[in-house]
């Protein structure tokens, strides 16, 4: 297993602090009594959060899988952009946006014409599921009109929908041909069976999950060319032509490294891939190999061992990707094929969303709103607050200050001129208080999601007893007179 504490100094702080702090329940927590709130003290308030602008945002995913209304998707989105980018929202992640081999039913990871936006009568409509070109043309320009970049989601690896031909290189027909009239309805980047493995030059296939027959050779140059290098090519017209401003890259255990690598020196841009897989040092090496960010699916299956499957929170403190690389992990507690899984364990329980949230948001790297979590009447008022709680005080190194089952404490030590704050989240059935050092010395502090009415002050040498709700979490920062 490859080491990382030397080059980032303050993991070794935070394993230090967990393995100091790690134990079950102790004289040091108590339940919090009725009765025991302390009232909002005079002569002090709450910070103005926008004066503690960190120059931090989130993504919004801005679909979930099957969206209704079909037809309408991409004007659906185009309403609530001004809303979002005021939360602080700063990039939104649309899904595959070009026709698949579904049509009017496809959310696009069928691909087959890479350049049928909604232009073009093929697989049985003009439209895609989500709208006609001109909608998309709409919502990228009023995107970009609220200062909010849109991210393309797209398939390189796998295709479909094309027509039949005899494929000499498996002894069989093979749906490989893709031209005006089988599936391809642009003319641009027509393909036959010499453009996917195996072929005249290629035999291994590194990712044929899907679609095996039609797994793109990524080694051929006609391949090269179609996709990133030429002028017409899909990283271009997409970026030059549509207005895209970056890619979210699908299943890149697909193909090799080299192909995210090409295709950002040639467009550059926020990217981030889909690894669908819980090591870690797997997700480091990808990013080290092609320099794109990537899902922290380490975090995401730790924030569901911790929440649900284990129930036991000392799991947010095990290997996580935004540890080592917090400027190119992509953190999230939700998206389109997680709520779309049969699998208890790939995703979180609904009755835990907002913890993981809460943890997400303090916590280094990128996080994204998953746009059905935004829409829950029950959710939104809480992540607008966590929202910008993130994109003010969560700044400054992590430090684990406590953590057991049922108990999970952790600071963002702030800077010179931003307090940072201490989250802090609990599993337990009753409110829970507990005295920690929280660095701030003669302050008085408040939970800035008013989760919380109670209001301790710390002493002068920093110490003051937390709270966390039951099964909830607060986030406590300083108030000001």
């Known amino acids: 297993m490859k080491q990382y504490f030397f080059k980032y100094p303050f993991l070794l702080l935070l394993l230090l602090a967990i393995s100091i702090s790690c ?15 302390t009232p909002d003290p005079v002569n002090y308030q709450a910070l103005n959060l926008s004066e ?15 969206v209704e209304p079909r037809f309408e998707w991409w004007n659906t989105i185009s309403t609530q952009l001004e809303d979002w980018s005021a939360v602080g929202v700063n990039r939104i992640w649309l899904p595959p946006a070009t026709k698949g081999q579904s049509g ?3 959310m696009g990871y069928d691909v087959s014409d890479y350049f049928d936006f909604g232009d073009y009568e093929q697989h049985g409509t003009v439209a895609t599921r989500f709208g006609t070109r001109a909608d998309l043309e709409n919502l990228i320009a009023t995107a970009h009109d609220n200062n909010i970049e849109v ?15 005899y494929n000499p290189y498996r002894g069989y027909d093979t749906y490989t041909l893709f031209d005006e009239t089988h599936g391809n309805a642009s003319g641009m980047f027509n393909r036959n069976y010499e453009d996917f493995y195996p072929n005249s030059v290629s035999n291994y296939d590194p990712g044929s999950l899907f679609y095996a027959e039609t797994n793109l ?6 391949v090269q060319n179609w996709l990133w290098k030429d002028e017409n090519s899909v990283a271009k017209y997409y970026k030059n032509v549509m207005g895209f401003d970056g890619w979210r890259f699908d299943y890149v255990l697909g193909f090799e490294s ?34 794109s960010g990537a899902f922290d699916f380490a975090a995401f299956y730790r924030m569901e061992q911790a929440f649900d499957r284990y129930s036991d929170l000392t799991y947010l403190t095990r290997d996580q990707v935004w540890q080592t690389h917090p400027e190119k992990a992509v953190t999230f507690t939700a998206n389109h094929d997680t709520e779309n899984d049969g699998n208890i364990d790939n995703y979180i329980e609904r009755e835990n969303k907002l913890k993981a949230y809460a943890f997400i948001m303090t916590h280094p790297g990128y996080p994204t709103l998953f746009y059905s979590d935004y829409q829950n009447e ?17 700044v400054g190194d992590l430090e684990v200050l406590y953590a057991d089952e049922d108990e999970y404490i952790a600071k963002r030590n702030g800077t010179e001129a931003n307090p940072g704050l201490i989250v802090y989240i609990s599993t337990n ?13 003669s302050r008085q502090l408040m939970d800035y999601t008013e989760n919380s009415t109670y209001y301790p002050a710390t002493a002068e040498d920093g110490s003051a007893q937390l709270e966390a709700p039951a099964n909830g979490y607060a986030i406590w920062s300083v108030m000001e007179e």
């Open 378 to 394: 029950a959710f939104k008022a809480q992540l607008d607050k966590l929202v910008s709680i993130h994109n003010s005080l969560a």
């Open 429 to 441: 059935s009753s409110t829970k208080r507990r005295s920690i050092n929280t660095g701030w010395s």
């Open 258 to 291: 080299f192909v995210i690598k090409d295709f950002l020196a040639e467009v550059g841009g926020f990217s981030v891939s889909e690894l669908w897989d819980g090591d870690p040092d797997l997700i480091r090496e990808h990013i080290e190999a092609t320099g």
């Open 23 to 37: 134990s079950s329940d102790d004289d040091a927590a108590v339940e919090a009594e009725e009765g025991q709130e």
């Open 52 to 66: 503690y602008d960190n120059g931090s945002r989130v993504m919004m995913q801005a679909f979930y899988w099957d």
């Open 104 to 106: 009017g039913y496809s």
């Open 217 to 222: 050779d990524h080694n051929r140059e006609r």
């Open 151 to 165: 991210i393309a989601d797209i398939v390189l690896n796998h295709n479909s929908g094309g027509g039949l031909e």
